[in-house]
């Protein structure tokens, strides 16, 4: 097994915590929203159930997106910077905008089980999951427990978490939410800055690049506490 795969699976369902008071990332939301984050559905209309092509398509990913910058992008730099660098003992690029993602009731907010080395991701990067609202139970995300399982586990991130898991080698996706509370969180990739290398692939969404300066930021983080495994 490549090194790059047995860093990444060390960091597979392993769960971390933060300070809302210093990252209030929800309260953020719900200013941009206007609502309780659990309430979304209420708002938005009727929608059929999502698929690989559509889960990030709702009016309530264009709202998030086209105010990231003014509202959220500086203290989302501030928290990789300071709070995931405590997290990784090495130094990484990291996704410039996040995924946002919403679990209606009644839907999914992935469109289909996967593993994203199937979505030309590479195996230099891990997975960051942080739970806005909802993140609990079978609204959460539904994860092969080590890669080749047969077993299934739900990661739960209540608010304040955050974790970490093999999105590259491990199957993944979401059951129908099945409360009437809305599911809301965001993702991110970080790469792993010594085997990180620029290619040609591009995302089967929107066709964009996935390399430094495009997908990911321009300036790798440098790690504080260095650990070589
Ligand atoms: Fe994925």
């Known amino acids: 097994m490549d090194l790059e795969d047995k860093i990444r699976e060390s960091y597979h369902c392993k769960k971390f915590s933060y300070s809302t008071q210093k990252y209030p990332f929800k309260n953020l939301v719900e200013e941009i929203f206007g609502v309780p984050l659990g309430d979304l559905h209420k708002w938005i209309g009727e929608y059929n159930v999502f698929n690989r092509d559509n889960d990030q398509n709702t009016i309530l990913h264009k709202v998030f997106y086209s105010n990231f910058n003014n509202k959220l992008k500086e203290i989302y730099n501030d928290f990789i910077n300071n709070q995931v660098k405590e997290y990784l003992k090495e130094d990484f690029y990291y996704q410039k905008i996040p995924t946002f993602r919403v679990g209606l009731p009644g839907n999914k907010f992935v469109g289909e089980f996967h593993k994203d080395s199937q979505y030309n991701h590479k195996g230099y990067e891990i997975n960051f999951n942080l739970g806005l609202s909802n993140y609990l139970g079978k609204a959460a995300l539904k994860v092969q427990k080590e890669r080749y399982s047969n077993d299934y586990i739900y990661l739960e991130c209540p608010y304040g978490e955050i974790f970490s898991f093999d999105h ?62």
């Not at 993944?172 to 809301?184: A, F, L, R, Y």
């Open 168 to 229: 590259i080698n491990c199957i993944h996706g979401s059951e129908t939410n099945v409360t009437d509370i809305t599911m809301v969180s965001f993702d991110f990739r970080i790469a792993l800055k010594r085997f990180y290398y620029d290619s040609d692939a591009k995302s089967i969404g929107n066709q964009s690049s996935f390399n430094r300066g495009f997908y990911f930021s321009d300036e790798p983080v440098n790690a504080s506490h260095k650990k070589n495994i």
